[in-house]
């Protein structure tokens, strides 16, 4: 695998992350990000087959609660921090497309 | 009267009613007015609200109430913490008008504890940074040179508390972000066991990493304000149930004699630091020894592997955790987008800045397609091999203890052309986060232009009562903590 | 119109399922339809900044269930993953889900099709997420977001594409209902959006001796049964002609999602081509993995019950019910648990059944409610079915009967005696009435024995008569006995 990340990746990247950048950020994120990527091949050096993945520090599991309902947040208070809205609801620029994944 | 202010001392004064608290919290605020112009710790103070609260403390102590454990204490909160006063901003203008409907665990905890709120401290935005410079909102300096970084994420609250611009504070590490600023302005800083404290209504940076723990300037303080924040909370699902897991009384802990201690460090890494910074730990272990303490020297293969572990499964979770950030249903929309793709992008890229998204833009490489078993996988596997090191050095010896960072406090502006170098000064707290481990950070020195150099001692999990002691040990030998800027 | 060709229906269905929880998965939200927009929302549903997500254990065990009953393997360790797309009723901008490690894997759903024959589908995958809010783009040149729904437990299931037949997929489609119903894990309401189907529709063409496999398309926005037939129908048919116009076959990527739009009664293009997705799944950093041990699973298991289909069976095989008759009164579960209740009390299947089915179903329509719920013991409606049986009443009593027991402890027989219902079977009595009939209709009589057309029908006039002039009381079996012997004694000996 390549170590550099070139600009068409770094485009990809800001697409996937939503970050509508300027040129000059994506060419100075492409060379930033090239060279820790670089340094991040340092992993490779260990060999790893038999190692379990650790996505957690913690031996916990079956955390719970119980179905018991506890109170909302009052509508104005949800929609108080809302950038806009309309009646009681969020408001976004039309949605044209069908984009959603559920 | 704020000289030489410990949580301990003032407690007990504010309790026996020699102080009182609204003269204590008075003072602090007139001190924040006059020094805080120049140094930058805090992004916002709740003058009102702090008076008030000390207020109903005195009342409470007038009238012969029973009061909380830190009734009175003025403390300052790192501005990642969700707290219904004010506003909680993260250090971004993504969220530069952000005013959060309920309060994080640990500031219930505090109000519970009759704590006085002071206000909200800088840290790098999201709290990605270890400079404080990447704040998207104000430049923090440290006490002990203007010229200089307070460290960070944490660079607020540890700025303040060496200032003496509040009592103690709180504090959030996900790489260092409280034992670093705390080794650059000369403060204790405790980072607990991943689990110990709740996370809830902490704002996310590294998820599997995050931990609040105190700053204060001294470890009886921290082990007061430990006791406060410590302790499940069933809104946190990482937050570790206290059945299996009891908080210990750390108070207490502190008096108990520590006999036959044993200290695991690895040479290289005290050698590969500064000189000035490698000569105070050193001196730190000579200490120890001469106190009865023995020196056991082990291997840490694995740890050089910490950053570019880290600088994967940080990144690759805070890209998931700062998608939320979106401009629909709270935060920053710019005002130029044309339809709701651009609400995203466009709120994004001007909402936030160039570290965060370069953090972003890291983590979500990790994660795609054709990239994630070579990156974040790879990664999850290498901590796992982390995590082996301090458990083969905790089977030889009750702590690890080496420096915090390699230098003392930069300059402003030393480093932020070149991200990189930055991410390796990391080295010796980010593996501690990897593994969950509790890390302390006590002052042990200052180098030769009076800039303060930091002790990390690392215990193994929830060993925060002894990490204390050994610290406290420490600390009652030497007089580092009790040294002040000159403002 | 297309030249006949020969080909194959090949339909699989990606379902959402909304569990009957009190509360929402990962947050104590309380879960209920419609209702001000954004009035059941919280610092973890709204996803702000800081708030964690902690799991909801009966929505988990309530998925746990239903997996049992789709005969999927259990897995004793799952984890949970976050799947990342922006869309702006999702305010994390990730959905927590299952990706690796669902809760259940490889089962199957027995489906009774209309023939009396079961078909077999093969269930892939059943996994655990949290639901969307809501877009609204009905109020103006803007969309309007409700979060109320978001974080509702959901179970996705994915069925392999066993369905080969329109009515297939809504028969599939109407027996996880009713299993979701029965298990009591789901209100299983489409209209109200609990449970989503969604088909991805293909076809296999076979033509000049190879086979064409057409492009796979999703259809969204179905809201009845029938829309759900209907709209498989009609791809079908659209797909055919596409590919016999075009010839365009499946490729990597061109799966298309069409909407059915009801009024139209066809489906409309949505989404040309699926978006190269990348959803970045990872495990999530804010919960803890489920392990599940023997005495959990068990506890959960104890909990299936017999399932409708069994159910089905058994009162075919056991009680001699017609498929059609166990079908309908195993249609929900307490109208089933009642019919047996009453069997098993003593009334026979049959019977009970058409009064249940028949009477009792319309008796409780009309006080909306169901047919255990209008509070007539079991062991009633078996005395009144047993009545019925013995010719103690007629039919038509045995419904007004039925219709007077609600409410009451009334035995039916004291109710047949108030409202003088009995039936009877004196032979004395009724040959004098029928008699009384013969005398009155030499006309019918005379077609009878003269043998002509019109014999039986005047028979059953005569009947008719005869129960007539007994005010309904005369039973049935005997009058017809009765009037055939005496008919036979005026027949000319041959
Ligand atoms: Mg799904
Ligand atoms: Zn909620």
Not at chain 2, 168 to 174: E, F, H, K, R
Not at chain 2, 238 to 256: C, F, K, R
Not at chain 3, 181 to 202: I, T
Request: with cysteine; glycine share 6%; aromatic share 8%.
């Amino acid at each position: 695998m390549s170590n550099q990340i070139n600009r068409q990746q770094v485009e990809r990247v800001a697409h996937l992350s939503r970050l509508d950048l300027t040129d000059q950020e994506l060419d100075l994120f492409s060379g930033q990000l090239s060279s820790i990527v670089e340094y991040i091949q340092k992993l490779n050096e260990l060999d790893t087959k038999n190692v379990e993945p650790l996505a957690h520090s913690l031996p916990v599991h079956n955390v719970f609660r119980p179905d018991t309902p506890r109170a909302s947040l009052p509508t104005e208070q949800a929609l108080a921090n809302a950038p806009d809205r309309v009646d009681d609801f969020y408001k976004v620029p039309q949605i044209l497309d069908d984009n959603s994944g559920a | 009267m704020t000289d030489h202010l410990t949580v301990f001392k003032l407690k007990q004064d504010i309790a026996a009613g020699r102080v009182k608290s609204r003269d204590i919290t008075q003072a602090i605020l007139d001190r924040i007015s006059r020094y805080d112009s120049a140094i930058g710790a805090y992004l916002s103070v709740f003058a009102d609200k702090a008076l008030e609260q000390a207020k109903a403390v005195d009342d409470k102590i007038a009238a012969g109430q029973p009061v909380g454990p830190l009734a009175g204490v003025p403390i300052a909160i790192k501005d990642n913490l969700c707290y219904t006063e004010g506003l909680t901003t993260c250090g971004s203008k993504i969220l530069g008008n952000f005013k959060p409907p309920y309060n994080a665990h640990v500031v219930e905890k505090l109000l519970a504890a009759d704590a006085v709120i002071l206000g909200k401290t800088n840290l790098d935005e999201f709290a990605m940074g270890s400079s404080t410079e990447n704040s998207g909102l104000q430049k923090t300096v440290n006490p002990w040179d203007k010229t200089r970084v307070p460290g960070g994420s944490s660079g607020g609250s540890a700025a303040a508390v060496a200032a003496g611009l509040c009592c103690a504070a709180l504090g959030s590490d996900t790489g260092g972000s409280i034992r670093q600023p705390a080794s650059f302005c000369g403060i204790v800083g405790l980072k607990p066991t991943y689990g110990r404290v709740s996370r809830y209504g902490l704002v996310a940076y590294g998820s599997s990493l995050d931990q609040i723990g105190p700053m204060t300037t001294c470890v009886k303080d921290a082990a007061i304000l430990l006791q406060v924040l410590a302790g499940h909370d069933e809104r946190d699902s990482t937050s570790v149930n206290t059945e299996t897991a009891a908080v210990p009384d750390y108070l207490n802990a502190l008096e108990q004699a520590v006999t036959g201690l044993k200290i695991a460090y690895v040479p290289q890494f005290i050698e590969q630091a500064e000189a000035p910074v490698r000569d105070a730990v050193k001196a730190a272990l000579e200490l120890y020894k001469s106190l009865g303490a023995s020196l056991v020297e082990v291997r840490m293969p694995h740890f050089d592997y910490s950053i570019a572990a880290y600088y994967v499964i940080a990144t690759a979770e805070a890209s998931s955790n700062l998608a939320r950030f979106d401009g629909c249903h709270y935060g920053y929309r710019s005002p130029s987008a044309r339809d709701y793709v651009e609400v995203y992008s466009k709120s994004r890229a001007e909402g936030f800045g160039a570290e965060v998204k370069r953090r972003i833009m890291l983590g979500t490489f990790a994660l795609s397609s054709g990239y994630y078993d070579a990156y974040y996988l790879k990664a999850l596997k290498v901590r796992n091999l982390i995590r082996k090191d301090f458990t083969e050095a905790f089977a030889k010896a009750d702590c690890l203890m080496m420096p915090v960072a390699p230098s003392t406090a930069f300059k402003i502006g030393e480093k932020t052309s070149d991200p990189l170098q930055m991410y390796l000064a990391d080295i010796y707290t980010i593996a501690v986060n990897l593994a969950g481990v509790p890390g302390i950070s006590i002052p042990c020195g200052f180098d030769s232009n009076r800039l303060p150099v930091g002790l990390q001692i690392i215990g193994p999990t929830f060993s925060e009562d002894k990490l204390l002691r050994i610290a406290a040990m420490f600390e009652s030998k030497t007089d580092y903590h009790l040294q002040k800027p000159a403002l | 119109m297309a030249a006949k060709v020969d080909y194959k229906v090949i339909v699989g269905l990606e379902i959402h399922v909304h569990l009957a929880a009190k509360t929402k998965m990962f947050c104590g939200c309380e879960l209920a339809y419609g209702g001000t927009p954004n009035s059941r929302t919280c610092p973890v549903c709204i996803g702000m900044p800081g708030s964690l997500p902690v799991m909801n254990k009966h929505a988990y065990e309530c998925a746990v269930l239903t997996a049992m009953a789709l005969n999927c393997s259990i897995a004793r360790f799952t984890k949970w993953d976050r799947k990342s797309y922006y869309y702006p009723d999702l305010p994390k901008n990730y959905q927590i889900s299952q990706y690796d490690l669902p809760l259940s894997e490889n089962g199957f759903i027995e489906i009774p099709l209309e023939d009396g024959s079961i078909k077999r589908v093969g269930i892939i995958r059943a996994h655990l997420e949290e639901d969307a809010g809501k877009n609204n783009h009905e109020l103006g040149s803007f969309s309007a977001i409700d979060l109320n729904r978001a974080g509702a437990p959901l179970l996705e299931i994915v069925t392999a594409p066993d369905m080969n037949h329109p009515a297939e997929v809504r028969q599939m489609a109407q027996e996880l209902q009713r299993i979701v119903r029965y298990l009591g894990v789901s209100e299983g309401d489409m209209q109200k959006g609990h449970m989503r189907f969604e088909p991805n529709v293909n076809l296999h063409i076979y033509k000049d001796g190879q086979t064409y496999k057409t492009p796979i398309c999703e259809i969204k926005n179905l809201n009845s049964f029938r829309a759900i037939e209907r709209s498989v129908a009609y791809e079908i048919q659209r797909q055919l002609e596409e590919f016999l116009e075009t010839g365009k076959t499946m490729q990597m990527g061109n799966k298309r999602t069409y909407g059915w739009d009801d009024v139209n009664q066809m489906t409309v293009l949505q989404r040309e081509k699926e978006e190269a997705h990348d959803y970045r799944y990872f495990p999530e950093p804010d919960l803890v993995p489920v392990e599940m041990d023997d005495v959990w699973f068990e506890q959960i298991r104890s909990r299936l019950g017999e399932l409708p289909l069994q159910k089905q069976k058994r009162f075919v095989t056991d009680y001699g019910l017609s498929d059609y008759d166990a079908a309908v009164v195993t249609g929900d579960k307490a109208t089933a648990d009642y019919f047996d209740a009453v069997v098993k009390a003593g009334a026979e299947p049959k019977r009970a059944c058409n009064l249940i089915t028949q009477i009792g179903q319309k008796l409780a329509n009309q006080s909306n409610t169901s047919v255990d719920q209008l509070d007539i013991s079991p062991q009633n409606l078996a005395k009144l079915a047993q009545m019925a049986d013995k010719g103690l009443i007629s039919a038509t009593a045995a419904a007004s009967i039925y219709a007077k027991m609600p409410g009451t402890d009334t035995n039916p027989e004291d109710i047949a005696k108030a409202e003088n219902l009995i039936q009877t079977s004196d032979t004395g009595a009724i040959e004098a009435l029928v008699n009384e009939v013969l005398a009155e209709n030499a006309e019918a009589v005379q077609d009878i024995i003269t043998n002509s057309k019109k014999a039986q029908k005047a028979q059953g006039f005569l009947t008719g008569q005869v129960i007539k002039k007994s005010k309904g009381k005369a039973n049935p079996k005997v009058v017809t006995e009765l009037l055939a012997k005496r008919l036979s004694e005026l027949a000319p000996k041959e």
